[in-house]
């Protein structure tokens, strides 16, 4: 159904609704009838980029500063400073196929921690790593699956692993690119690389 085939009679409606005037909850039901009268219709192909394209960069992920401030042992301001710089692509550096990361400074609570922001593409599985220390992650963006522990992990969510442990996920091939804040103590272990605490 197209806005154009879709006709509602607007006098009947309210008329309607004037009848159900003081009857408590039953004014829902014209909302009701509305819906009633529409079919779903599937959004266009490319809605969902032309509505992020729209959105301001400056500010999109303020919503998490608190909680950046918090794990990366900032101020405020900084964590804000931080969070609007996630849609420049020169900040990543892109160390394995799919998976980006942007290195960040912290507080002396997390001096002997790595640090930074991972941006993951859609469809790309994170491999297998061993985390040295307590791993603490924060989603701004996306999701990720935990196969071994059947859980997933969406925007908001903060999810923590122990010293000694070890994990792979993996993000939907249908939705946009994970990204996340990784905080880990001492370090962690990867294809065999060593990633240690920087600056």
């Given amino acids: ?30 909302l009701e009838s509305i819906t009633d009268a529409l079919e779903p219709v599937a959004p266009p192909p490319g809605l969902r980029a032309r509505v992020l394209e729209n959105i301001p960069a400056s500010g999109r992920y303020a919503r998490f500063a608190e909680s950046v401030a918090k794990l990366l042992d900032l101020g405020i301001d900084r964590a804000k400073a931080l969070l609007d710089t996630l849609d420049d692509a020169s900040r990543f550096s892109k160390e394995l196929p799919g998976i980006s990361f942007f290195w960040v400074d912290g507080g002396p609570a997390v001096a002997n921690a790595v640090r930074g922001f991972l941006r993951v593409e859609a469809g790309v599985d994170f491999p297998e790593h061993e985390h040295l220390g307590l791993e603490t992650v924060l989603v701004l ?16 969510d903060i999810d923590t692993m122990p010293a000694n442990s070890s994990h792979a996920y993996t993000i939907p091939k249908d939705g946009p690119d994970l990204l996340l804040l990784s905080v880990t103590q001492v370090g962690a272990k990867m294809l065999g690389m060593t990633f240690l605490p920087r600056g």
């Fill in 1 to 30: 159904m197209t806005p154009a085939s879709c006709h509602i009679d607007v006098d009947a409606f309210s008329r309607e609704l004037e009848a159900l005037d003081g009857h408590g909850d039953s004014a829902g039901l014209g």
């Fill in 141 to 156: 963006q996306g999701a990720f699956t935990d196969p071994a522990r059947g859980r997933t992990f969406v925007a908001g």
